[in-house]
């Protein structure tokens, strides 16, 4: 599934390509994937300048002339991009036509969605879906985890995949933080320590850059999959060796999740 990384990774790799280039065409090959009216998507779309491309949470932005276009790519969505006469290929939803490429949205498991919505509304929009903090926000300190964490005595790694409180986090990379931070995933989350959470704000921030370093774990816009997998610490590595202490790693349910750790490095 597509995280922050991976989005994060679609966005630098696009603002290159994209940036101060005229989408002259659309083709919706799929209404569903497309949350307006698909004529006016198609009219709000035609003609306009690509001014910025941002990421929130695990949206991606399109800055349009007068518009902004968001996408989720959900279980299995992105973006590739070819020769503006390339063949579409069956899971291509939507293609965007720029001077001498196109931009094709696949998605086989049609759960993505792509909305066009007035500027007045950004706010508005991300207001709605209640998303916590960006894991390099400034305000995310130590005392902020402290009194979220308060409210709640539950385990941390179900905290960290709560996208209210830091957006962004995963399965994949709560695992690679708890681990980095020396924290059990079942520990509970309000009796963590201060220095303990500054550590959890400090190895998420080592994680993801090290992911973006790697280009994540998925297929990017060139069609090459990141490299990030070769790096984790514990996730999928059950039965092997802890790299830090050598003790074999475990995996264990927490919520409903998979979860991996070391017994020895993250102990109660
Ligand atoms: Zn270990």
Not at 72 to 94: I, P, Q, S, T
Request: charged share 35%; net charge positive.
């Amino acid at each position: 599934m597509p995280e922050l990384v991976e989005v994060e990774t679609t966005k630098r790799d696009l603002s290159k390509l994209i940036i101060g280039r005229r989408i002259n065409k659309v083709e919706v090959y799929l209404d569903k994937i497309v949350y307006n009216e698909k004529q006016k998507f198609i009219k709000d779309v035609t003609g306009k300048d690509v001014l910025d491309v941002k990421r929130r949470g695990k949206w991606l932005i399109f800055e349009l002339n007068d518009k902004y276009l968001i996408i989720h790519f959900r279980m299995e969505g992105r973006f590739y991009y070819l020769d503006k006469n390339a063949k579409v290929d069956k899971h291509d939803y939507v293609v965007f036509y720029f001077d001498n490429f196109s931009l094709h949205y696949n998605d086989p498991r049609l759960f993505g969605k792509m909305q066009v919505i007035n500027k007045e509304d950004y706010d508005k929009f991300f207001m709605d879906k209640k998303l916590g903090l960006e894991y390099d926000d400034t305000r995310l300190t130590s005392s902020y985890l402290k009194e979220k964490f308060k409210k709640h005595h539950t385990q941390i790694k179900k905290l960290l995949l709560d996208q209210s409180i830091i957006t962004g986090i995963g399965n994949i990379y709560a695992d690679e933080i708890l681990f980095k931070s020396k924290i059990n995933p079942k520990a509970y989350a309000d009796k963590i320590s201060k220095n303990k959470l500054q550590s959890i704000i400090d190895n998420t921030k080592l994680v993801f850059e090290e992911s973006l370093k790697h280009k994540g774990t998925y297929p990017n816009i060139d069609g090459k999959r990141g490299t990030f997998e070769k790096y984790l610490k514990v996730h999928m590595r059950e039965g092997k060796a802890c790299y830090v202490c050598g003790k074999t790693i475990l995996k264990i349910k927490v919520g409903s999740r998979g979860t991996y750790y070391c017994p020895g490095c993250q102990k109660m």
